[in-house]
């Protein structure tokens, strides 16, 4: 005969939770067995239950002279020793199962209770299973998760609900509930810390791939200087250590094919199919700004291969511009300096208020990465926001994220301009916007303020001019034009039409997109397209070739 001494555990991750248990097995003080299964979800005190009976199946076969079980719930022990009653209905099966057990062997069983640190060869079984298995399942729900470094940290989004968690490799740290309020305790990394991990070895693994080669980028752009574009791509690619080979085109035909043929990223200049033709690898056409109205877009549909992409690191800068523009007209700002130049006063000497914009409602037209910004704008001086945006998906909930009074199609761009005290338009140019705001649409804004950040051909020219000689427009304010200077002509009015002889208009040369940090977040996001391209991902900011923006 034998003397039997089990140690069990069960455990779950969280309470309640995946359930797991641990079972040692003692003969005549000799480890005889250990046991550790996953058991599917439920609470603690059901896992200690689940062990009990793992361990009573294992050795109710084995001839002993005494059976005692060690178990760190004094709940379950209390229990089976009689002195508590069970309540709990998910318990009482179990309890039940383990009396059928006892009747089965013929030694005495004791059930003891004892604390979880002389218990932990069991529990260790228990947590470490339990353990593997909440780290597998984090390890597969980091698949679907997109993740984006961010200077010393990782922004890891996810595509259901589109919330984004910041992830620290370095201590390792995330904002999430899971790692919060789990993984800090049972010494876990949660989804987002393991996806970006995995972000950061496949990138590890392309620099080896590409080590001795380097992608050529040819920069046709003179967004800058030469000077320029070198020095900030080379600042943000500092941390990457990419190898990376800037390229600016020589004039010479022969040189300019042989580096087209090479080119695996094109920044700026006009592609044609003479060029594209000649780029066989060509992976990104970057334009380092938003506007895309001077390209080919038909060429590039029959090189599927080729991202287009432009960028939006400008759109800070144009709603600034824009709400510039806003108030400027809302206080008549520009007459009020011309005038008092010349010693004429307006305000209260001529009974002359100027716009409070808080609580009037702006109308904004195109709510794009510009739009939104000219909304949280709008927003934060009291304004009620109606937009009008290309498409809306369901998911997105613009209206409610944002706090708009109203978000539509351009199908409701009638009830929009006519519920609008000021209209600010922020649309690219395609076949679909050019003159969209025709004289009908117009003739509907008598007494209101007109902005347009957009492009100058989304407003009929010859209407604009008429609705604001005549007065139907109280004001317009513009930064996107009809002609531009050229090297040939570098003086250059605006427009066909006398616009400088308006009073009511405020006349911006399209310097909108052109400010001290613009230019460097656009070069930014040209950079981070590069590293996207380099890495093998689909870069931002895809241009749509069918829609044309």
Known sequence: MVKLLIRVDGSCIPNPGNMAIGVVIYRDGQLWKKISELIGKGTNNIAEYRAVIRGLEEIKDIPADSVQFYCDSQLVVKQLNGQFKVKNKKMIPLYERIQELIKEIKAPVFFIWNRREDNQLADQLARKLLLKEEQNNRALASRDLIVEGEGDHFLVQNKQNKKIYRVNLEIPECDCYDFINNCRKWNLECKHIVAARKFVQDREKEISVQNGKKMKVLIFSKMVKTEKWIELLEKYNQDEHLPLQFIFPQEDDKELSRQLASAEVI????????????????????????????QELEVFKRYPQVFVCNTHGNNHAVSEQAFCLLLALAKNLINYDRDLREGRWHGFVTGEPAIQIKGKRLGIIGLGAIGLEIARRALSFGMKVYAIKHTIKKEEELEQKYGLTFLGTPEQLEYVVTQSDFIIIALPLTDRTENIIDDRILGLMKGKY????????????????????NGTLAGAAIDTWYQYPTRDLPVMLPGKYPFQELNNVIMSPHTAGYTDK????????????IKKVFYGEEPENRVNLEEGY
């Open 267 to 294: 920044v700026g200049g006009v592609m044609g199919e003479s060029e594209l033709s000649q780029a066989k690898k060509l992976k990104l056409f970057q334009i380092p700004f938003t506007g895309i109205d001077k």
């Open 518 to 529: 613009s230019i460097e977040e656009n070069v930014l996001a040209v950079y981070k397209n």
């Open 450 to 469: 007109l902005i347009n950040v957009g492009r100058g051909k989304v407003i009929n020219e010859k209407a604009l001019y008429s609705h604001l000689k």
